[in-house]
């Protein structure tokens, strides 16, 4: 069954796509630009059920604290679906990303988003959760890939590429600490 938000998903994939061209063809044209891909794991010591809604970008609200703070533009009241679009500023307001959810799969445990900070960079953020040989326990796998937007950023792209993998800990504190307050 298709969904009916598959052509405002498409419409707007292809929007981006071509801002991206334009902004992008020149930069492109004086040198090569930086494409990096890091990743991380960790476990998180409640159940799968439980762990796998907490990485769709509204619930994530509660456990990743005042700087993630998405606007919604689809779905509106906003829930986690996929296809979702929302707005993040990035770089304390000095830039807005566009984001969106390209995969929410909670039975599988595969959550993907893309986003665009313009004139800076094209970010994929995969997500895949499984349960643990302990049942109380779900492992995380994400991996980021970053691509600079011009090649004068790539240093800059490299950089925060390498800070991905040690996100680790902070991102299995923040939900340990938010399962172990709202446990019931």
Same mark, same amino acid.
């Given at each position: 069954?298709?969904?009916? +938000?598959?052509?405002?998903?498409?419409?707007?994939?292809?929007? &981006?796509? /071509?801002?991206?061209?334009?902004? !992008?063809?020149?930069?492109? *044209?004086?040198?090569? /630009? *930086?494409?990096?891909?890091?990743?991380?794991? #960790?476990? =998180?010591?409640?159940? #799968? @059920?439980?762990?796998?809604?907490?990485?769709?970008?509204?619930?994530?609200?509660?456990?990743?604290?005042?700087?993630?703070?998405?606007?919604?533009? +689809?779905?509106?009241?906003? %829930?986690?679906?996929?296809? @979702?679009?929302?707005? /993040?500023?990035?770089?304390?307001?000095?830039?807005?990303?566009?984001?969106?959810?390209?995969?929410?799969?909670?039975?599988?445990?595969?959550?993907?988003? *893309?986003? =665009? /900070?313009?004139?800076?960079?094209?970010?994929? !953020?995969? !997500?895949?959760?499984?349960?643990?040989?302990?049942?109380?326990? $779900?492992?995380?796998?994400?991996?980021?890939?970053? $691509?600079?937007?011009?090649?004068?950023?790539?240093?800059? &792209? $490299?950089? !925060?590429?390498?800070?991905?993998?040690?996100?680790?800990?902070?991102?299995?504190?923040? &939900?340990? %600490? +938010?399962?172990?307050?709202?446990?019931?």
């Amino acid at each position: 069954m298709r969904s009916p +938000y598959l052509h405002l998903f498409a419409g707007l994939a292809t929007t &981006i796509g /071509v801002i991206l061209y334009l902004h !992008i063809r020149p930069a492109v *044209a004086a040198g090569t /630009v *930086a494409h990096v891909e890091n990743k991380f794991q #960790f476990t =998180v010591y409640a159940p #799968f @059920e439980k762990v796998a809604p907490l990485f769709g970008a509204f619930e994530e609200r509660a456990w990743a604290g005042e700087k993630w703070n998405p606007l919604f533009l +689809y779905p509106r009241p906003p %829930r986690d679906v996929q296809g @979702e679009v929302f707005l /993040v500023e990035h770089g304390h307001g000095h830039a807005t990303a566009i984001w969106i959810n390209t995969a929410f799969d909670l039975q599988s445990g595969h959550l993907q988003y *893309a986003y =665009v /900070v313009p004139e800076m960079q094209a970010v994929l !953020i995969d !997500i895949h959760l499984s349960r643990h040989d302990a049942p109380v326990s $779900t492992d995380v796998d994400v991996v980021y890939q970053r $691509t600079a937007l011009k090649p004068e950023l790539n240093e800059h &792209i $490299t950089e !925060i590429g390498h800070k991905d993998r040690q996100n680790a800990p902070e991102w299995s504190s923040a &939900i340990e %600490r +938010y399962l172990a307050v709202n446990s019931h």
